[in-house]
């Protein structure tokens, strides 16, 4: 059982940055992506951001496009989710799960791992 180990969240103000890792226990498991999700309080999960792991391409949610980008470590298999310009309403707790199986871009179809989560705040 693959497990996955979120870092990097805390408290940062309106318009900071952060840098979450997503580090998984075995490097070299299979899989077609690796995704970030979040989910604040009294909201449904939703979708932030994927990489697809034999091409590096990226797909992103809408409210993050332009502000966030993921990207991996091809040596060790880590997944970052840089966070730029962040605004309050990006508060949330963030997780990162990995994709083993077919999907839907955008949902979190398909992806079967999932870590423990990070919370993220950001202040006004």
């Known amino acids: 059982q693959v497990q996955l180990v979120e870092s990097g969240g805390g408290l940062v103000q309106a318009g900071g940055s952060l840098r979450l890792s997503c580090a998984a226990s075995e490097r070299s498991f299979s899989r077609l992506g690796m995704g970030w999700f979040r989910q604040a309080p009294g909201k449904e999960r939703e979708f932030v951001g994927q990489?697809?792991?034999?091409?590096?391409?990226?797909y992103y949610a809408g409210s993050v496009r332009g502000r966030f980008t993921i990207s991996r470590d091809n040596a060790d298999g880590t997944v970052y989710l840089q966070m730029n310009s962040l605004k309050p309403e990006d508060t949330a707790v963030y997780y990162c799960?990995?994709?083993?199986?077919?999907?839907?871009?955008?949902?979190?179809?398909?992806?079967?791992?999932w870590g423990q989560g990070t919370q993220v705040t950001v202040s006004t």
């Open positions: 990489i697809y792991w034999s091409t590096g391409s990226t």
């Open positions: 799960a990995a994709r083993t199986r077919a999907g839907v871009q955008g949902t979190a179809i398909g992806f079967d791992y």
